[in-house]
């Protein structure tokens, strides 16, 4: 296969909440979350680093906390919470219609003990759990972190979950 083609590896993923030492500790309980690094906080200055995130962020952008986090399969997963200029939150439904990234999804084979998990550390169920292959049992619900994140839980893997449909 030509080496352009070929699928690339997913790093990680980011999200951005109010309160990182919060999500690190949902994070870690609800989803079993390793921490890898951090938590830390990284300005805008005359760092090598501190003038990565000004270009990325733009030129309003002071300050943030971080800490990284690594999924059971390797997966990383990155929190940021945004001090200066301080994060906005607006806890509603997905605004699809607007492009970008709608959710991340995770995979456990006990959905249902999961959602409950979910919705009882502070986030909320957001649709009911939808059984699409009877036989097999593959299910999915759409669910919201503390923070407003949407996110997806599998009970199958993405492949067991999509192939030979």
């Known amino acids: 296969m ?60 002071k300050k943030l906390r971080i800490v990284w986090l690594s999924s059971s399969n390797n997966i990383g997963f990155e929190i940021f919470q945004f001090i200066e200029p301080k994060q906005v939150i607006e806890n509603k439904q997905s605004e699809y219609w607007r492009g970008g990234v709608i959710h991340i999804s995770f995979t456990e084979p006990n959905i249902e003990d999961l959602i409950k998990k979910v919705c009882g550390t502070g986030g909320r169920q957001l649709s009911k759990v939808w059984e699409l292959n009877s036989e097999k049992h593959h299910k999915l619900v759409f669910c919201a972190d503390p923070f407003g994140n949407i996110i997806e839980i599998y009970s199958h893997s993405f492949e067991q979950f999509h192939a030979n449909m």
């Open 2 to 61: 030509d080496p352009i083609h070929t699928p690339k590896t997913i790093n990680h993923i980011a999200i951005s909440v109010p309160d990182v030492e919060r999500a690190l500790k949902w994070y870690q309980e609800v989803m079993g979350f390793t921490i890898i690094r951090g938590p830390t906080e990284l300005a805008a200055d005359d760092t090598q680093i501190g003038n990565a995130l000004q270009n990325i962020f733009g030129s309003k952008f």
